[in-house]
Nanobody, 115 residues
Framework: QVQLVESGGGLVQPGGSLRLSCAAS????????MSWYRQAPGKQRELVSF???????NYADSVKGRFTISRDNALSMVYLQMNSLKPEDTAVYYC?????????WGQGTQVTVSS
């Protein structure tokens, strides 16, 4: 079992920055990948970025060059630094931990980009 808690969301103006955090607890040494997803109103949940225990990183095309994912050594904390935010980045952001064959999700944190 893995528990996830996201934090760091909020309201920011276009062009601004936010840093999301995801704290994992429980059987963290079994986690092989941590991911950030987002879901905007009326849209499907989409993958934003992931980082593996071996430090393989991937980003959605829509956030490349603006978002940066990072982690601590134990993979108990994962961060998403979001710069140059746009109104279309507005969504609930979720953290996911992959512990094959299971997945665990956090409760989500709201990010709103608006002037």
């Amino acid at each position: 079992q893995v528990q996830l808690v996201e934090s760091g969301g909020g309201l920011v103006q276009p062009g601004g920055s936010l840093r999301l955090s995801c704290a994992a607890s429980g059987n963290i040494f079994a986690i092989n990948t941590m991911s950030w997803y987002r879901q905007a109103p009326g849209k499907q949940r989409e993958l934003v970025s992931f980082i593996t225990r071996g430090n393989t990183i991937n980003y959605a095309d829509s956030v490349k060059g603006r978002f940066t994912i990072s982690r601590d050594n134990a993979l108990s904390m994962v961060y998403l630094q979001m710069n140059s935010l746009k109104p279309e980045d507005t969504a609930v952001y979720y953290c996911k931990a992959a512990v094959f064959p299971e997945e665990y999700w956090g409760q989500g944190t709201q990010v709103t980009v608006s002037s």
